[in-house]
Each structure stands twice: as structure tokens, then as C-alpha cells.
């Protein structure tokens, strides 16, 4: 008999041929769906797609590693719909990483968190039309595009366009980067 670890490089190996998926094609699909619980997406492959429980499972497990490729996450966030925020992202990780060596890239499967010893930003494609870039500017007065946000976050600015990402929108970035060292 196979070890464990051969039945799950099977499996996964396996996946395209039993599925009519690969694995990456699957990720972006479970993103879009709005499931995020094990279970949910088990349910969801197995009834939608008619996948057998096993790669359900597996491919639900895979989707769900914290590990996943940042590429993959990204992608999935800025797939159909949203694909036309996909410039103002690049433009905005672009400038971040100028800011310092120290800054830490760190996709989600709905966000894109930007850290050096704390958060400092996190870009959401909040909408078809619009990514909200979080700021964590607290004490600063919520006036003119930089509006309150949530506790991560203390403020935020709607960008529709690239040419959103203005100068102000760059110092809010940077004082924000600042204060989190």
C-alpha cells in the first residue's frame, strides 16, 4: 500500500483529470462563490459540480491552507468582475514597496494587507468599480476622500482609477507606513 504522503501527491496530481479542473482554476472558483467554512465548500463542490467527496475535500483543505500562493490570491480577488481594479492594485504595491525594505506583502482571500511591524494598509476591492485602500491613520481628522473605516483601519480612500492614487493619497500612505515602525 502507498504511503499517505503518495496518495495525497496522487490525488492531487489527479485533480484536472477527475475534476475538469486544476487546482488553481478550482481556488479561483471558491473564491467567487462567498463560501469560506470547510464544510460549505465540501457541500458546494460536491452539489454545484458533482465532485466525489474525496477531492472535494481535498481541493476545500488545499483552498483553505493559510500557505497559499500569493499569486493565486491575488488573482482570484481581481478575477471577472473586478479584473479592471487590477491596475490601481499594482499601482499602489508598486509604490508601497518603495517605502521601505521592510515592508511585508500579505494577500488574503479578499484583501491585501500591507505590514512592516503592524499594518499599516489594506487594499480591498471593495466593489466591481472600486478598491478601498485602509489606512491605519488614528487621530487624524476624517475630512474631504480620507473618510472613517473600522478598527483595523482607521480611515479610507475610495480609488476608481489610477489616477486616484494621487500625491495626497501617497503622503496618507506614507505617514501611515511611518507610524507603524
Not at 490570491?73 to 518603495?98: E, M, R, W
Not at 476591492?125 to 473600522?150: C, F, H, S, V, W
Request: proline fraction near 3%.
Amino acid at each position: 500500500m502507498a504511503s499517505p504522503d503518495a496518495q495525497l501527491a496522487t490525488m492531487l496530481k489527479n485533480i484536472p483529470e477527475k475534476t475538469g479542473k486544476t487546482l488553481t482554476a478550482w481556488k479561483t472558483l471558491i473564491a467567487k462563490s462567498g463560501h469560506d467554512k470547510h464544510g460549505q465548500i465540501v457541500k458546494w463542490l460536491k452539489a454545484e459540480h458533482g465532485i466525489t467527496h474525496g477531492f472535494a475535500n481535498l481541493i476545500s483543505a488545499k483552498y483553505r491552507e493559510s500557505g497559499d500562493d500569493e499569486t493565486d490570491l491575488i488573482a482570484s480577488q481581481y478575477a471577472g468582475a473586478k479584473a479592471g481594479l487590477k491596475p490601481i492594485h499594482d499601482v499602489i504595491v508598486t509604490f508601497v514597496k518603495t517605502l521601505g525594505e521592510d515592508v511585508e506583502l500579505a494577500p488574503k482571500k479578499t484583501s491585501h494587507s500591507l505590514r512592516r511591524k503592524k499594518q499599516f494598509a489594506l487594499i480591498v476591492p471593495a466593489t466591481k468599480t472600486r478598491i478601498d485602500l485602509g489606512l491605519a491613520l488614528k487621530g487624524e481628522a476624517a475630512e474631504g476622500r480620507l473618510e472613517t473605516y473600522n478598527a483595523m483601519c482607521s480611515h479610507r480612500v475610495r480609488l476608481e482609477s489610477v489616477a486616484d492614487f494621487d500625491k495626497g493619497v501617497k503622503d496618507w500612505l506614507r505617514t501611515a507606513y511611518s507610524r507603524a515602525g
